[in-house]
């Protein structure tokens, strides 16, 4: 099966996808008609779920989190209010640390597997 490249996000869309998912570029869904710049590419069977698909946890951690950026001041905006939340209320606070290792390791897992 063919998928193909945005060229704006990297996200592997389906070959009749008009759009891509995630940044809506249109995307050219032909090589005689195209502008060259999406040229659709080969994923191995298997892999292709594999790009396309994050685990729930990664898409729970990223919801509405739109660039790598973004995350990552939401790793760091989780420890600062863990932080604070420790030193003026309680120990509790502590818990914001576990959003920060979430957000971490969900930035992480897209570096490896996907793309943004
Ligand atoms: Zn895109």
Redesign the pocket.
């Known amino acids: 099966m063919n998928n193909i490249k ?1 060229p ?2 990297g ?1 592997i869309n389906r070959l009749d996808a008009l759009t ?1 998912l ?2 809506k ?1 249109a995307l050219a869904q032909n090589a005689a008609g195209g502008q060259g710049a999406a040229a659709p590419v080969a994923i191995p069977t298997g892999l292709e779920e594999f790009a396309e698909e994050r685990p729930l946890w990664v898409a729970v951690g990223l919801w509405g989190l739109k660039t790598r950026a973004v995350a990552w001041a939401f790793v760091v905006l989780s420890i600062l209010v863990a932080t604070g939340s420790i030193v003026y209320w309680s120990w509790l606070g502590a818990i914001m640390y576990l959003a920060a290792v979430w957000y971490f390791l969900a930035i992480r897992w897209v570096d490896k597997n996907s793309a943004w």
């Open positions: 945005c704006h996000c996200l891509c995630r940044c570029l």
